[in-house]
């Protein structure tokens, strides 16, 4: 019940392309929906997060889309640049209560943006 | 402010050594977590810890790993003995009370031969 799982695992895109990535989350208990992006040899930096209370969250040119119902999430990358070219990490989390700030992270999609 | 800090870097050892790991997290952050990061685990969080205290250890993923944090500014990461199969990226990250955003550091990349 733990799990959040990613797809794609990879993906490549033209300069200005909308690379789209989804996750599913099995546990209806998560409320903080966060997406990191780690670039080559440093750590992940959250990007962009989400509350369930939304459907829709926009930052600049990163947009996060939420489907209670459905248990999903996914970010959407608008005009992409290789500039984003990174991996990407979905995540879940606990708002409060004892699990609070323990981050459950998807597998990653490694997005590659061409010029 | 400086951000995360992590130590060493880079460590390459034999296997059987011991390895010890360091982190000083942002000042003022109540939180702090350490995972690992492989190609075919993805990032699992290992232990964190709330003011200095361990709240969950279910990560760690074996005896030979233990965590320590003495004081509000730091925390060790140790394998004894090490395997070649803890080769790995190993984060440290930090967060304030009531705010979910963690703060990673920049890694220390374990090789075990």
């Known amino acids: 019940q733990q799990q959040v799982k990613q797809s794609p695992q990879s993906l490549i895109v033209q300069k200005g392309g909308i690379p789209i990535i989804n996750c599913a989350y099995e546990?209806?208990?998560?409320?903080?929906f966060p997406w990191y992006q780690q670039f080559p040899g440093k750590g992940p930096a959250l990007l962009i997060a989400i509350r369930p209370d939304v459907s829709e969250k926009k930052e600049g040119r990163f947009t996060i889309s939420f489907n209670k119902s459905a248990k999903q999430f996914s970010l959407h990358i608008m005009d992409s640049q290789p500039g984003d070219s990174a991996t990407y990490f979905c995540a879940a989390s606990f708002a409060g209560g004892t699990s609070y700030g323990k981050l459950t992270f998807g597998q990653g999609t490694i997005l590659t943006v061409h010029p | 402010d400086a951000g995360v800090i992590q130590s060493p870097r880079h460590e390459v050892t034999e296997m059987g050594q011991e390895v010890t790991l360091r982190c000083k997290p942002i000042s003022g952050h109540d939180y702090l977590f350490w995972y690992r990061q492989t190609m075919m685990r993805g990032l699992e969080l290992l232990i964190y810890?709330?003011?200095?205290?361990?709240?969950?250890d279910s990560g760690m993923p074996e005896d030979r790993f233990s965590a320590k944090m003495p004081n509000a500014s730091f925390s060790t990461l140790k394998i004894q003995p090490s395997e070649p199969r803890d080769s790995a990226v190993y984060f440290c990250?930090?967060?304030?009370?009531?705010?979910?955003?963690?703060?990673f550091g920049p890694g220390t990349r374990l090789t075990v031969l």
């Open positions: 810890f709330n003011n200095n205290v361990p709240i969950d």
């Open positions: 990250a930090s967060s304030p009370t009531h705010d979910n955003e963690q703060f």
């Open positions: 546990n209806t208990a998560f409320d903080y």
